[in-house]
């Protein structure tokens, strides 16, 4: 008998606004080349990121409809899992089956709850949020490719919104002044935000409570902006900011209003895991602002790092427009679903073995840090921590058997 191929499903997505697809025809026929597997699609499941049917198909993808996807995949991929997927997402959780293992956007720090659900209903979870900031993991790292898109688009959106141009110009009606952009936080979405402003012609200065953002900064042309503050605990683990006391923060505040007056753009992109987003720009700066100028808030979906953000709206206070978006990769849904896709080709690469089966090997910190649940438990470190589970225990190493060893091992 020849060997069950493992079946990998992608479903539609059906998170409202959201345009992405789990994988683009180009990672499934790579998928298909390395591996003896089997790909199904929904019909139309790229078709909002620019994806027809019609590459799928010649990518060797197989169609069906999304009910079959749900009952004959062993593995679901999904941009939005029902983790992350809060409007509607009960739908696909009721549809998933014990043994499954369901791959993509979970929220898990902020939601450790659906890591419990997935385990008592016998569903593999994978998180695709706790990829470990580790050489070996980057190829997989969603958080960094989708943080590139958001500081990217929050700049066109922060020139689309200005009263005013970003390059400088002379003309013979007089110079135009090149714009003052600001970008708060230097992660992926920051530094990237600063390099698109930068080659728009913008003058761009940037701040990260971090001290090794500085040098960071200075390579994509932005000027760091430095405060008088004890940043020497402000990098928890993975590289990410780590969250900061009210002192600290209160300070921090008093420190940027003057820095922020300067500008004509602010961008935002302050987070912290699973945390409610620092509020970093208060009513008080925003009335110093320039009258016209333009906040785009991309920690709008954890409650903002401005004080006037109204997630998913544009609005108008003091004179200074604030842009609140959400779900901002989706916006540029054919590349982010190329790197989305790109991120699940290299982790399916990873799990699967030679024999085409799905191997999750736990002595492998990619599949420690991201499995949220299996085999009808948690064995996420974090997440037991989280949901005030105990801590697995370790299994003790087996003893070497001496009994009938040779007389001089015995010694």
Known sequence: MGVTQVIIGVPREICPGEKRVALAPANIASLLKKH??????????GLAAGFTDAEYEAAGASFADRASIFSKAQVILQVQTPGSNQSNG????????????????????????????LADNKVT??????????????????????????GYKAVLLAATEANRMFPMNMTAAGTLNASRVFVMGAGVAGLQA??????????????????AAREQILSVGAKPVELDLDTGAAEGSGGYAKAQGEDFLKRQRELMTDVIAQMDVVITTAAVPGAKSPILVTEDMVKAMKQGSVIVDLAAERGGNCDLT??????????VTIIGPVNVPSTVAH???????????????????KDGEITLDFEDQIVQDTVI??????????MRELLELPALEKPEPEQPDTQDAPAEEKK
């Open 310 to 319: 109204e997630m998913g709206k544009t609005v108008e206070k003091h004179g």
């Open 125 to 150: 979870g994978i998180a695709l949020e706790l990829v470990p900031r580790i050489t070996r993991a980057q190829a997989m790292d969603v958080l960094s490719s989708m943080g590139m898109l958001a």
């Open 194 to 211: 600063c390099a698109t402003a930068k080659r728009l012609g913008a003058v761009v200065e940037a701040y990260d409570v971090r001290p």
């Open 335 to 353: 590349h982010a679903s190329q790197m989305f896709g790109k991120n699940i080709e290299n982790l399916l690469n990873l799990l699967i073995g």
């Open 373 to 382: 649940a299996h085999d009808g438990d948690v064995p996420q470190t974090r």
């Open 90 to 117: 009960d739908e696909d959780l009721a549809a998933l089956k014990a043994g499954q293992i369901v791959i993509g956007m979970m929220d898990p720090l902020a939601n450790p709850a659906f890591a419990r659900t």
């Open 36 to 45: 003896s597997i089997e790909v199904l699609i929904e019909p139309e499941a």
